[in-house]
């Protein structure tokens, strides 16, 4: 795969135009991207639910719409950049696409090259190091001794990066002088 889409190895693709539809088909998985297609809003929605990077989806479906998928995908954890292609949008469709965080919207008709700079474009998602740490925790530690340790080490962390300034680091971490010095307390008992 080429190093510009490792970040995307699994694509998905909606639109419900068969010919626009095979030809995202084709150019996605020369891209060497493994790729699932839908035709409908309701078929996304459900290969979406199994897992992908990158959703490439056509707003104006005739069964469903790109703008619920694009919702969908916001919702997911991770989630992936979603692409959004359309005939025309409007301009309400195209300021509620970009509050969902949509990566880019490309007008058709388009080229495949096109297409590839929006996906080269794109910031590829963060990796989750939070997630696989929950992942590994989860039954090994009570919980109340984990929010502690967790707190006592956010604190540790904001006061090393304010030069133990314990009125910076409380703000740093959205809580109050007193707070934080509880939490020292606690942590020295």
């Known amino acids: 795969m080429d190093s510009g889409l490792s970040s995307y190895p699994r694509v998905l693709i909606v639109d419900d135009d068969p010919i626009v539809l095979r030809m995202l088909i084709k150019t996605v998985t020369r891209w060497g991207c493994r790729v699932t297609a839908a035709e409908t809003g309701a078929d996304a929605l459900a290969l979406l639910a199994d897992g992908v990077d990158l959703v490439i989806t056509d707003i104006n479906l005739r069964a469903g719409s790109g703008i619920e998928i694009a919702q969908a995908a916001a919702k997911m954890h991770p989630a992936p950049p979603v692409i959004a292609i359309t005939g025309a949008a409007t301009p309400e469709e195209a300021f509620q696409l970009g509050r969902m ?33 929950v992942r590994r925790i989860v039954g090994a530690e009570p919980m109340p001794e984990l929010i502690d340790a967790v707190r006592r080490s956010m604190v540790v962390e904001a006061l090393a990066r304010t030069n133990n300034n314990k009125v910076q680091a409380a703000s740093l971490l959205g809580i109050s002088r007193q707070h934080l010095q509880k939490i020292l307390e606690r942590g020295k008992a």
């Open 101 to 133: 965080g949509v990566g880019a919207i490309v007008t058709k008709p388009f080229r495949p090259a096109e297409l590839r700079a929006v996906v080269d474009q794109l910031e590829p998602p963060e990796p989750d190091v939070l997630d696989g740490f």
